[in-house]
Structures are given as structure tokens and as C-alpha cells.
């Protein structure tokens, strides 16, 4: 079959697929997460590989059943995930437009418009950051893109000459910090940017599992009189597991004394810097030298969609810029190309989505989105808080739960086996989701909202679910009676 379809049939398969896409999202409120345990499998597909074509509308029709029917929904109000958000419409409108214009990032003279709106976009992240000078950044796949240039950028900020020598040129094993629960996308970026992962020094964290400043010039000063050459310090604002956001403006402190890079991975919590009402959650933030924020968490596009933001725009260039005589030259733009400020050449235009849904929702529908989650996550702490089985693992701070079984009679291993038991039990069905993991080295249950469907009738079936896998497990609390 021919790629150019005509009009008619363009338009048919187009109307069928939102049809489709239509359904879905009106299922979305109560829609089970995933298929119940026992018709849930993980093999490989085994077709052959198609020589000629088939019928598109069937086809369509097949995958979209299949996928829906089959899929594992990270959309439903019921998925108390992880970071991945329930996709704003306009970002899956954004989504279609973009595959179809298809604009070339690489080079403003291909893109034009959609660079612009990229700039803009970067903009907007920026003003809010509250960057009291110049900033730029570009968009990325995600977090660990993101983080990724972060590092580079501190690398080539602290060390110019190891861009075009290498590390090697150093002369001395460059160190960077990050807190024992930072995310693990540094571990593989010091390994790719050469410094090794060794050299990623993971800081020991307080009771709140932020990272504790004074272990961190400690660590600092270490290094320092082993001959190490520390440069970067990454601070987290909403850990994956536990959402927690380190003291920013104390760890600031900290890298100025040392004079150190700040880099923030903000790829979840940051999305607080839209919010007035509750900013003061990531207060310091506009301490970073660079700033990781995915859209594609908080804020509630579709994958994929990371940015990098700095406010030394300067190295940007410094780090990713090469030149070839390949690229497009725009006459008289005063701007620089994106791929000589991203890791990327041929890029997609991932800020559309979050364009669009700004233009059409404003900052303030981020405003509500952020304080209705923050409310609904408050009430499930109040029923942990309250409940005889469970207790609060670390205070909350952004809207991540993570809470245990008061259990003191159990050894770790007894009470993580307990805990899996009841993610078993409670995502038995498929009907909801959550997880397990550990904080500060001890297992807990994890819950997080980030659906935008996700009310407080869907907290209390999660309660009920909790409750019963309890009764179902015959768990009795160990109180030493
Ligand atoms: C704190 C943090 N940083 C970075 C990342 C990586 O982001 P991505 O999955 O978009 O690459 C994650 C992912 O969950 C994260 O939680």
C-alpha cells in the first residue's frame, strides 16, 4: 500500500482514532489501571514481519482494542504512580500536530516558528524560576536528558578545557554530590560524561531524607584535602521516592562558600514554581545554576518532554556547541541554533504540548491542578495518621505518600516481604496502583497523585483496598502483647 492517502481516507482514519481516543479519556475516572494478575503477562510478540500492507481502519482498530484492552494505564485516576501524569487533551492535540508538521529543531533556519515557541516556552519556565538575570535552556526527552546536560554544563563551567581534552585534563578525579536519594539518571550521566560513577558522591540524608548540608561541606572539604576537585552539587526538589525537596538555599550556601554548581533536579517538584500559592514549596530554587523540570510529570503533558535551564546561558555553547558545514545558517538571527545548546541534532518539538496547554488552561489551571493534589494527598495522610495499622514514613511535602506498618516486632526484611504482600494484594485486581520502595534504606508504601481525575472518592477506595489486603493477609500488628 502507497503512503499518500487521499483526503477521504485521511480524514476516516483521523475521526476513528478520536473517536477512540475519546472513549478512552471518558473512562479514565474509573478505569482499572492495568488487567487483573492472572491475565497480565510480560512475553515477546511473535508476528512475522508484514511484506504487504493491511486494511488501516482494521488495523487501527485492532491496536487501539489490544492497547486499551490489554494496556497498563498510567492516565487512570486509579494509577497512584509514579511521575507519569494523565495527559492534558491539548497536549495530546499538541502531540498529533507536531507528528504531522514534523518541524525540524535542529536549526532556527528549519524551524523558525517552532523555535520560537520552544524559546518562549523556556521563557515562561524561566521567568517563574525567578532567575534574577539572563537564563536560557531547551527542551530535552526527559529527566534524564536533563540531568545529563545539567552535569555537562557544571563540567564545562568549572573544567572549560576538558570539553574539547577530556577529563583526563583535569588532572584530579572531579567530584559531584547528590543525596543518598537522589535520582539514579546522575549515576548513569557521571558515567557517561567520564567522570565515573564513583565520582558521584551520594550524601547521607536527614530524618526528612533531605540532604544534610553540613555532611555535605563536610564531604566538600574531604575531597578537597584529598586532592579531589569537587565542582557540582545536585539538590533534589521532589525525590522519586518519597517527593521530597532538599533544603535549597542552605545547599546553596554551601556551593558558594565552595564555589560550587548548583545544579536542582526539579524534574518533578519544580512544576511548584507555578503555583503562587505554594512556590514557597521550593523555595531557593532560583539559587540553581541549572534546573531539570519534566512537563511531562507535574505538569501533566504527554511524554516525552524534559527541559534544561541555566542561568549561565553562556555555557551552554561553551558545552554543546560543533559546528559542520551540514548546518543551516539563519541569516541575521541573533539566537543560538538549539543543537548548539542541547545534546540533540534532529529534535522534536516536545514544548508544544506544554505551550499549548498554557495558552489554553493559563498558569492558574497549573495553580488549582497543584492545590487540589497537594489537598487530596493531605487527606490520605490524615487517614494513615489516623489509621491503627499504618503510620507516615517521612512527612509529606509534595503530593507523594510514603507510610508502613507500624510493625515493631518485624525485622526490615519481614516488614519490605509484609509491605510487598500488600502491593500484591491491593493491585491484585488491576483496579488501582502502587508501590513499594524503600526511603532512607527502610521499605515503605508508596502513593502518589498525579492524575488530574484522581478525587477523594478514588483516595477512599484506595483506603478499603488497603484495609482489606490487611484483613486478607490476616495481619495482626506486632504490639508485643
Ligand atoms: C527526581 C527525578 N529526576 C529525574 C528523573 C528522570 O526523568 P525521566 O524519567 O523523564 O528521564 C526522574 C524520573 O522519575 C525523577 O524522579
Redesign the pocket.
Known amino acids: 500500500m502507497r503512503f499518500d492517502f487521499d483526503s477521504v481516507t485521511r480524514r476516516r482514519l483521523g475521526y476513528h482514532l478520536i473517536d477512540q481516543i475519546d472513549a478512552f479519556f471518558s473512562s479514565l475516572p474509573d478505569r482499572p489501571v492495568q488487567l487483573p494478575l492472572e491475565q497480565r503477562s510480560y512475553g515477546a510478540l511473535y508476528d512475522p514481519l508484514p511484506e504487504s500492507g493491511e486494511d488501516p481502519r482494521r488495523v487501527l482498530d485492532e491496536i487501539c482494542r489490544e492497547m486499551v484492552d490489554k494496556g497498563f494505564h498510567v492516565p487512570s485516576a486509579n494509577y497512584f504512580g509514579?511521575?507519569n501524569p494523565t495527559s492534558t487533551y491539548m497536549g495530546v492535540l499538541a502531540e498529533a500536530l507536531v507528528a504531522a508538521l514534523n518541524p525540524q529543531l535542529a536549526t532556527l533556519a528549519r524551524s523558525q516558528l517552532a523555535s520560537k515557541i520552544e524559546m518562549e516556552t523556556v521563557r515562561w519556565i524561566g521567568e517563574r524560576v525567578g532567575w534574577p538575570g539572563d537564563f536560557n535552556g531547551t527542551f530535552t526527552s526527559?529527566?534524564?536528558?536533563a540531568?545529563f546536560s545539567g552535569l555537562a554544563l557544571a563540567l564545562a563551567s568549572s573544567f572549560p578545557e576538558s570539553v574539547e581534552e577530556g577529563v583526563a585534563s583535569i588532572g584530579a578525579q572531579p567530584v559531584v554530590y547528590a543525596s543518598a536519594e537522589a535520582?539514579h539518571?546522575l549515576d548513569k550521566s557521571a558515567g557517561l560524561l567520564g567522570i565515573g560513577r564513583k565520582g558521584l558522591r551520594r550524601i547521607a540524608v536527614n530524618e526528612a531524607a533531605q540532604l544534610d548540608p553540613r555532611r555535605l561541606d563536610e564531604a566538600i572539604r574531604e575531597d578537597r584535602a584529598a586532592g579531589r576537585k569537587p565542582f557540582c552539587v545536585v539538590a533534589?526538589a521532589?525525590?522519586?521516592n518519597s517527593g521530597t525537596v532538599d533544603d535549597l538555599s542552605a545547599i546553596s550556601e554551601v556551593c558558594k562558600r565552595h564555589n560550587l554548581w548548583l545544579h536542582v533536579?526539579g524534574?518533578?517538584g519544580a512544576g511548584a514554581i507555578f503555583s503562587d500559592q505554594h512556590r514557597d514549596l521550593v523555595r531557593g530554587i532560583e539559587q540553581a545554576d541549572s534546573l531539570?523540570l519534566?512537563p511531562?510529570?507535574w505538569l501533566a503533558v504527554p511524554f516525552a518532554a524534559?527541559a534544561i535551564l541555566t542561568s549561565h546561558p553562556e555555557i551552554l555553547e561553551r558545552t554543546f556547541a560543533v559546528a559542520a558545514p551540514y548546518m543551516p545558517k539563519a541569516a541575521g538571527a541573533r539566537l543560538p541554533d538549539n543543537a548548539r545548546i542541547s545534546t540533540q541534532w534532529t529534535r522534536r518539538m516536545n514544548s508544544l504540548k506544554l505551550w499549548l496547554t498554557l495558552r489554553v488552561h493559563g498558569r492558574k489551571g497549573y495553580e488549582e491542578l497543584i492545590d487540589q493534589q497537594l489537598k487530596l494527598t493531605s487527606s490520605f495522610a490524615k487517614w494513615v495518621e489516623t489509621s491503627d495499622e499504618f503510620e507516615l514514613a517521612v512527612p509529606p511535602t509534595l503530593p507523594i505518600i510514603t507510610f508502613r506498618l507500624k510493625s515493631s516486632g518485624l525485622n526490615p526484611q519481614q516488614l519490605a516481604a509484609l509491605h510487598e504482600n500488600i502491593v500484591d494484594e491491593v493491585t491484585r485486581d488491576g483496579s488501582r496502583w502502587i508501590s513499594e520502595t524503600e526511603v532512607t534504606g527502610h521499605s515503605v508504601l508508596r502513593m502518589m497523585v498525579i492524575s488530574y481525575l484522581t478525587e477523594e472518592r478514588h483516595l477512599q477506595a484506595l483506603e478499603t483496598a488497603l484495609t482489606n489486603a490487611l484483613k486478607r493477609l490476616n495481619f495482626r500488628i506486632q504490639t508485643g502483647a
Do not use: P, Q
Open positions: 509514579l511521575m526527559g529527566g534524564n536528558e540531568n535520582h539518571s533534589t521532589g525525590t522519586t533536579d524534574a518533578y531539570t519534566d511531562h510529570k524534559g
